[in-house]
């Protein structure tokens, strides 16, 4: 008897446990991915001579950067959770800030390293998979 009313139970819980999980590991990694920059930067500027007016504009974009997760992640975990939209597709735009940061210092920044190419292909593979996710849930929250 408490099999079928499981069943509408489950019907109506449209948050997403996959993307909860990967929010909730990819917070974890932004910490290591930040203070693992902040020390390749840090070591980047000791041994190799920056070029002048260099160092500053990416340790201000790594901060930008920062920011730009706390909210991306709060704001995805919040909608996900309470199965909102607005939230979860604000995530999803802050997400693509996030990747041009992400491209930047695989790509552009002043110096790059073989360890900044790997903590970047990995930080852009976990946003690709949560936007698919975010896509995914947001479509069962409007429908």
């Known amino acids: 008897c408490s099999l079928p009313f499981r069943g509408i139970l489950r019907i109506y819980q449209l948050s997403?446990?996959?993307?909860?999980?990967?929010?909730?590991?990819?917070?974890?990694?932004?910490?290591?991915?930040?203070?693992?920059?902040?020390?390749?930067?840090?070591?980047?500027?000791?041994?190799?001579?920056?070029?002048?007016?260099?160092?500053?504009?990416?340790?201000?974009?790594?901060?930008i950067m920062a920011v730009l997760e706390a909210l991306r992640l709060n704001l995805g975990s919040k909608g996900n959770l309470t199965e909102e939209e607005a939230p979860l597709g604000l995530s999803l735009v802050i997400t693509v800030g996030s990747m041009i940061l992400s491209v930047y210092f695989l790509i552009w920044q002043t110096y790059v390293l073989k360890a900044d190419v790997i903590l970047n292909a990995v930080l852009l593979f976990t946003y690709g998979l949560e936007s698919v996710l975010q896509v995914l849930a947001i479509a069962a929250f409007v429908g």
Do not use: E, H, R
């Not at 203070?35 to 002048?52: E, G, H, N, R, W």
């Open 16 to 63: 997403s446990v996959p993307l909860q999980i990967l929010f909730y590991i990819n917070g974890f990694y932004y910490i290591f991915y930040f203070v693992v920059t902040l020390a390749m930067i840090i070591y980047k500027s000791q041994i190799f001579s920056y070029p002048d007016g260099f160092l500053a504009p990416d340790l201000a974009l790594l901060f």
